[in-house]
C-alpha cells in the first residue's frame, strides 16, 4: 500500500519492569489521559507536578498519587520517576520535553508535538541522543472504531483504498466535562503563543489519520481557510497521497447554533474510507451526533453486496486516551514501537503548516518541504 516512510523505527527503549510515571500538567485534559496509566496494572502514576496553586496536590489526592511538586525541576530530580507524560500548554512542550530528556527520562508527550517542526526535531534528535523514547500520545489513533477501520482496510475489505473523507464539525455540547473545563486552558490557544487556531491544536489529530490510515505521506495540499469567532477556522481541503490513485479531502465547519450530543467537547466527526470494491464509515468520535453504529462497512462486489454494521464497539472517546496510555506502557514495558513516534507526529506538523501555507497562498503545497512553522492569515503574531 504504497511506501511506508512513516514507520520510522522508534529508538530502542531502556526496557523498564515497571515504569513510574510523573505527570506534567493537572490541567483541563490530564484527567482522561491519566485515567489509562492509573488503570493499567504494569505500571505505577508516581507524582504529578502543576504550578498553579493547589492544582497539583488536588489532582494527586483525586488520583491517588504520593508525591506532588509546582516546579518541574523537583520532578525531574525525584530519581523514583522513570517517564514522564506532558500536558502542559503546547508552547512549553519545548522546553519540558527537552528538560525532561536531559533528566534522563522517557517522555510521552501530548499533540501537537511543538509549535514549529524546528523545534520538533530539535526534541527528536535530543531524545535520540539520550536514548530515551520520545512518542505523541494521539488519541484519535487509538479510537477503537478508527483502529478496527484500519484493520478492515489492511484485511482487503473495501479492496485498494481511493480515497478518505474526514468531516469534523464543531458545535454546542451542554456535557458535564464542557462545563467543568478552567477557561485559563483556553487563552493560551488563542494568542501568539499559539501558531494557529483550531486547525492546528484540533486538526492536528485529524492529519494524524489522514497519514496513519494509507501508511503513507501525502505530497500535495490544497486548501480554503476561514476565521470565524474565537480560533475557529473553517477549512476545505483536499490531500494528495504519495500513491496518485488516494486522494483525501478534510472538511472542518463551525455551527455554533447547532447542539449535538457529547460527553466532552461540543465536536465530531465522520469519516469515510472508499476502496474500490467498497465503502468504511467511522461515523462518530468525539462526540454522539448521529444515531448510528460507530463503524459500517459496505462491500459491493459483483453478484454480492453487504453491508455490515459494528454496533458493539467502544465507540467512547475516552478510550483512545485510555489506549493511548496503555501503548506508552507497551513501548516502555515490551519494546514495542510506539503507535506515533515522533518522526510522524513530526510529519503531522508539516501537514497542519501545509494546509495554512495552501490557504494562505492559494497554491498547492508540499508539507515535506515545510521546516519551521506557517501562520494562517490574519493570526496574530
Ligand atoms: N488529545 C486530546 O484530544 C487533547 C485535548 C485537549 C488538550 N490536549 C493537549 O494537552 C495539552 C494540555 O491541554 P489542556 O487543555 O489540558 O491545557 P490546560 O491549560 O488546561 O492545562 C495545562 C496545565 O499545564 C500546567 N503547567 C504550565 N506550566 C507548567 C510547568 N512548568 N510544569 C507543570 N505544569 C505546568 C498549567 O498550570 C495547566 O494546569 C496541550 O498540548 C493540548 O494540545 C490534547
Not at 500538567?25 to 504550578?51: F, Q, T, W
Not at 494568542?191 to 505521506?217: C, N, R
Amino acid at each position: 500500500m504504497g511506501s511506508s516512510s512513516l514507520t520510522a523505527m522508534a529508538p530502542t527503549p531502556a526496557l523498564i519492569t515497571r515504569p513510574r510515571i510523573g505527570i506534567v500538567g493537572a490541567g483541563n485534559i490530564a484527567s482522561l489521559n491519566v485515567a489509562g496509566y492509573l488503570e493499567d496494572p504494569r505500571c505505577d502514576v508516581v507524582a504529578v507536578c502543576d504550578p498553579k496553586e493547589g492544582r497539583a496536590a488536588e489532582a494527586a489526592r483525586a488520583w491517588g498519587v504520593d508525591r506532588s511538586y509546582t516546579d518541574l525541576a523537583d520532578l525531574l530530580a525525584d530519581p523514583e520517576v522513570d517517564a514522564v507524560e506532558i500536558l502542559t500548554p503546547t508552547f512549553l512542550h519545548h522546553d519540558h520535553v527537552l528538560a525532561a530528556v536531559e533528566a534522563g527520562k522517557h517522555v510521552s508527550c501530548q499533540k501537537p508535538l511543538a509549535n514549529t517542526v524546528t523545534e520538533a526535531r530539535a526534541m527528536a534528535a535530543a531524545a535520540d541522543e539520550a536514548g530515551v523514547v520520545l512518542r505523541v500520545s494521539e488519541c484519535f489513533r487509538h479510537y477503537p472504531p478508527l483502529e478496527l477501520a484500519k484493520q478492515l482496510l489492511a484485511e482487503g475489505a473495501i479492496g485498494r483504498p481511493t480515497q478518505i473523507r474526514l468531516r469534523t464539525v464543531v458545535g454546542q455540547t451542554d456535557s458535564e466535562f464542557q462545563n467543568g473545563l478552567e477557561i485559563d486552558g483556553y487563552l493560551w490557544r488563542m494568542t501568539e503563543t499559539s501558531p494557529g487556531g483550531h486547525l492546528f491544536d484540533d486538526m492536528i489529530h485529524k492529519y494524524a489519520v489522514a497519514l496513519w490510515m494509507f501508511d503513507q505521506d501525502i505530497v500535495s495540499v490544497q486548501a480554503a481557510v476561514r476565521r470565524r469567532d474565537h480560533y475557529f477556522e473553517p477549512c476545505a481541503a483536499i490531500f494528495a497521497y504519495e500513491d496518485p490513485s488516494i486522494l483525501g479531502t478534510m472538511d472542518v465547519s463551525y455551527a455554533p447554533a447547532m447542539w449535538l450530543r457529547s460527553d466532552y467537547y461540543g465536536a465530531d466527526e465522520f469519516f469515510e474510507i472508499q476502496g474500490d470494491e467498497g465503502f468504511l464509515w467511522v461515523t462518530r468520535c468525539t462526540g454522539q451526533m448521529l444515531d448510528l453504529p460507530a463503524v459500517v462497512l459496505y462491500e459491493g462486489r459483483q453478484g454480492k453486496q453487504t453491508t455490515t454494521s459494528f454496533p458493539h464497539i467502544d465507540a467512547d472517546w475516552g478510550a483512545g486516551f485510555r489506549r493511548a496510555s496503555s501503548n506508552f506502557i507497551d513501548t516502555l514495558v515490551d519494546g514495542v514501537p510506539p503507535e506515533m513516534s515522533a518522526t510522524e507526529a513530526i510529519k503531522a506538523l508539516q501537514l497542519c503548516f501545509a494546509v495554512y501555507e495552501a490557504g494562505n497562498t492559494r497554491q498547492a503545497i508540499d508539507p515535506r518541504q515545510i521546516t519551521h512553522s506557517v501562520v494562517p492569515d490574519g493570526w496574530p503574531q
